[in-house]
T-cell receptor
Framework: AQSVTQLDSHVSVSEGTPVLLRCNYS??????LFWYVQHPNKGLQLLLK??????LVKGINGFEAEFKKSETSFHLTKPSAHMSDAAEYFC??????????????FGRGTQLTVWP | DTEVTQTPKHLVMGMTNKKSLKCEQH?????MYWYKQKAKKPPELMFV???????INESVPSRFSPECPNSSLLNLHLHALQPEDSALYLC???????????FGPGTRLTVT
């Protein structure tokens, strides 16, 4: 079965400190992995994607994520948080085959709060 | 340009009304999607269109009726909705179904 687990429902950091949002997945197939961000009352914006090329993926706004197959993880990091990073973050998995084609599997979301 | 547009931004409708949501993209994408998102939850897939054909219907009630008139446009027709249908409705598109999806800003629907 396919599933995505975001280990933290809430993460709070101070501005200028590192951000770590954790994501693990379970899959029978080779996945494509994404992180999306959603600001209040907005749509989802694609931060970055992993599609079986380099395991360290750089995204927009200084975010990056590392795909670790042995740990089935795809954690999102940023060296220095900014107030504008406060939002909901979703870890998302998709698979390139069969009945799963076209479906995104979402984690429950992590609410990031950034304190001044 | 990675923009998906949705209209209207907000919609309030009674349970006997008929209304439509519209989604448009001009990126040459051939897959389009409707999602429903309740507060503090991830989006839930409703429908997938691939090359203007409905390929996935996630057992959505018939009061929601999707339509894909051409490769750039996706509609969601609403009729006899219930208050529990109040949510943010998101449209997305991708080059094909196996590629990353780009989301629109959503329509905030309130059913009274």
């Amino acid at each position: 079965a396919q599933s995505v687990t975001q280990l933290d429902s809430h993460v709070s950091v101070s501005e200028g400190t590192p951000v770590l949002l954790r994501c693990n997945y379970s899959s029978s197939y080779s996945p494509s992995l994404f992180w999306y961000v959603q600001h209040p009352n907005k749509g989802l914006q694609l931060l970055l994607k992993y599609t079986s090329a380099a395991t360290l993926v750089k995204g927009i706004n200084g975010f990056e994520a590392e795909f670790k197959k042995s740990e089935t993880s795809f954690h999102l990091t940023k060296p220095s948080a900014h107030m504008s990073d406060a939002a909901e973050y979703f870890c998302v998995v998709s698979f390139d085959r069969g009945s799963t084609l076209g479906r995104l599997y979402f984690g429950r979301g992590t609410q990031l709060t950034v304190w001044p | 340009d990675t923009e998906v547009t949705q209209t209207p931004k907000h919609l309030v409708m009674g349970m006997t009304n008929k209304k439509s949501l519209k989604c448009e993209q001009h990126m040459g994408h051939r897959a389009m999607y409707w999602y429903k998102q309740k507060a503090k939850k991830p989006p839930e897939l409703m429908f997938v269109y691939s090359y203007e054909k409905l390929s996935i219907n996630e057992s959505v009630p018939s009061r929601f009726s999707p339509e894909c008139p051409n490769s750039s446009l996706l509609n969601l027709h609403l009729h006899a909705l219930q208050p529990e249908d109040s949510a943010l409705y998101l449209c997305a598109s991708s080059l094909q179904v196996r590629y990353e999806q780009y989301f629109g800003p959503g329509t905030r629907l309130t059913v009274t």
